[in-house]
């Protein structure tokens, strides 16, 4: 089969299935939580016309949308002392040295907020890295150097995760189990069966599609029985949990017993890049092995400014402020299986009733996504609502009429874990890739 025979055919597949992805172009408006789309996107996005970028520049007539797919849990994207720190960056150092951390694109403000990072996490060092993807492959590529370490994954770990685990798993020869999520009981066995000389756990803390906590005192009691190293993703949680916004495991008074937290700058945060926060011998080994870094361009100066602004101004009132919004949609939509964290998933099922509803609630000026597989489970297509501090009690109460209007609240009581996958301990388990 030749090269376009088989992308075409490659595609037709993805089409029929309700399974091809398209990148819109949208325009922020105000405090982040308002986009605007032009007429052609508007259309194509109603219509579900695949798209691998759509028109350049904005129309004249456009389409303004409340936004309730992004990450930015505190609004900080668009804080004003964010924007003037990225701004004020800018105009002093540009993007600042164009090379990786160990060359010469490693300066005192990317220090500071290492520092500042470590501190958050309470742990002795914190090193950054370009994406969050990126740290969670170096953190597997580093640790799981071997046939002589086991890695023990939560079968809904985040796609760096999934990856990580099998390059791990294919190019050192390390053993990889994967656990029922969340099954605490199934993960003790796999651990006790394993004969491997060193055993890492990881799991996310607060998943992204489901919007359920990993129990992380149980991780941690199961981490020490067992001798093993724990990894904890707080891509979710930094910021959100914990008294000083430290994440799942600050929340559960556990941090100090987590050995690597792993976090992002691009969610709550507000930016972009990814950090680990660990021990000072594994920053240097990471700073050694972990090709991601190593091999990666350093944080542009702007980025690095804008989190550290992001950092102080992640103020307990803004987390309050987000957890009440989380508390109002749960009580306008009974229905809803309760939220206990601001993703808050409506499982729908197929891949063309997701789409459908994301398309229902466009035309009331919503834009809520449909998160198909392979990010989810197959069967278990759904809407994946995120709220934001910067969302107003009034764009709550009309997100909320619209999903007890149409039916859809009813829909998140359904199972978001699709029952498909086997955890079995084998490097072929079905991971599914989270995004």
């Not at 994207?77 to 960056?89: M, Y």
């Not at 001798?227 to 929340?251: I, K, M, N, Q, S």
């Amino acid at each position: 089969m030749s090269w376009p025979t088989w992308t075409e055919a490659q595609r037709r597949s993805l089409a029929e299935r309700q399974l091809l992805r398209s990148l819109r172009p949208l325009t922020l408006s105000g405090d982040g939580t308002q986009v605007l789309v032009d007429p052609l996107t508007y259309r194509e996005m109603l219509d579900n016309i695949p798209s691998v970028g759509g028109t350049s520049g904005l129309a004249s007539a456009t389409t303004r949308l409340t936004l309730f797919a992004a990450n930015d849990y505190l609004g900080l994207s668009t804080h004003p002392a964010v924007r003037q720190a990225a701004a004020a960056a800018a105009a002093a150092h540009g993007n600042g040295p164009r090379g990786s951390a160990l060359v010469c694109g490693y300066t005192h403000a990317h220090r500071e907020l290492e520092s500042a990072l470590a501190e958050l996490e309470q742990a002795e060092e914190a090193l950054l890295f370009p994406t969050g993807y990126a740290a969670n492959m170096s953190v597997l590529g580093t640790f799981a150097d071997s046939s002589q370490c086991a890695i023990f994954s939560d079968e809904l770990n985040h796609a760096s995760i999934v990856d990580g685990a099998r390059l791990a798993a294919r190019g050192a020869g390390a053993a990889l189990h994967v656990y029922r999520h969340g099954d605490l009981r199934h993960l003790d066995e796999l651990l006790e069966a394993s004969a491997a000389p060193r055993k890492l756990i990881v799991s996310d803390s607060l998943f992204s599609m489901d919007g359920d906590f990993a129990d992380v005192g149980g991780l941690v009691r199961l981490k020490q029985r067992h001798g093993a190293l724990l990894c904890l993703d707080e891509a979710h949680g930094t910021l959100v949990c914990g008294e000083r916004g430290g994440g799942v495991a600050e929340r559960a008074g556990v941090a100090a017993e987590v050995d690597v937290h792993v976090g992002t700058l691009s969610k709550a945060f507000g930016a972009q890049g990814g950090f680990v926060a660990c021990s000072r011998a594994h920053k240097q080994l990471l700073l050694c092995r972990g090709r991601p870094a190593v091999f990666s361009t350093a944080l542009p100066a702007p980025t690095v400014a804008a989190a550290l602004a992001a950092l102080r101004e992640a103020t307990p009132e803004l987390r309050e402020t987000l957890w009440a919004r989380i508390a109002q949609l749960g009580a306008a939509c009974p229905g809803l299986r309760p939220p206990v964290s601001p993703i808050v998933p409506v499982v729908v099922g197929g891949e063309a009733a997701a789409l459908g509803a994301a398309a229902t609630l466009l035309r009331r000026g919503l834009l809520v996504p449909a998160i198909r597989p392979p990010t989810v489970p197959r069967g278990t297509a759904r809407l994946r609502i995120a709220l934001s501090a910067a969302h107003s009690p009034a764009d709550v109460a009309r997100l909320a009429a619209a999903l007890n209007e149409l039916g859809l609240a009813g829909q998140a009581a359904v199972d978001g874990h699709g029952g498909g996958l086997s955890g079995a301990a084998t490097t072929d388990a079905p991971i599914v890739a989270r995004l």
